[in-house]
């Protein structure tokens, strides 16, 4: 059973920057997708970023690209998620998930493990 603990958030003004981190445990060879996911309030969870921990190939949200930047340590089996530029949109719940398989997901539904979330808000 995989286990997901986000650490990180908090309050930043616009402009300020965050990093989130995401230690995994009970993770096989096969769990290879790592995703970052975020929810604000009214809406529906979105796709922020993606990993790949065998190949380090990431995918970004269009909204988020340039700004935000995943990436891992495998000797911690920890994958961060350093956002900078932020803007008060940026605010919401993040949640760090995974999946088993090899190719990139974007959707929620795709993502078997969940963390309990960490809440980020951007003041402006």
């Known amino acids: 059973q995989v286990q997901l603990v986000e650490s990180g958030g908090g309050l930043v003004q616009a402009g300020g920057a965050v990093r989130l981190s995401c230690a995994a445990s009970?993770?096989?060879?096969?769990?290879?997708?790592m995703g970052w996911f975020r929810q604000a309030p009214g809406k529906e969870r979105e796709f922020v970023s993606a990993i790949s921990w065998s190949t380090g190939r990431t995918l970004y949200a269009d909204s988020v690209k340039g700004r935000f930047t995943i990436s891992r340590d495998d000797a911690k089996n920890t994958v961060f998620l350093q956002m900078n530029s932020l803007k008060p949109e940026d605010t919401a719940v993040y949640y760090c998930?995974?999946?088993?398989?090899?190719?990139?997901?974007?959707?929620?539904?795709?993502?078997?493990?969940w963390g309990q979330g960490t809440q980020v808000t951007v003041s402006s």
């Open positions: 998930a995974a999946r088993r398989g090899f190719v990139l997901a974007t959707t929620s539904s795709e993502y078997t493990y």
């Open positions: 009970g993770r096989t060879f096969s769990t290879d997708n």
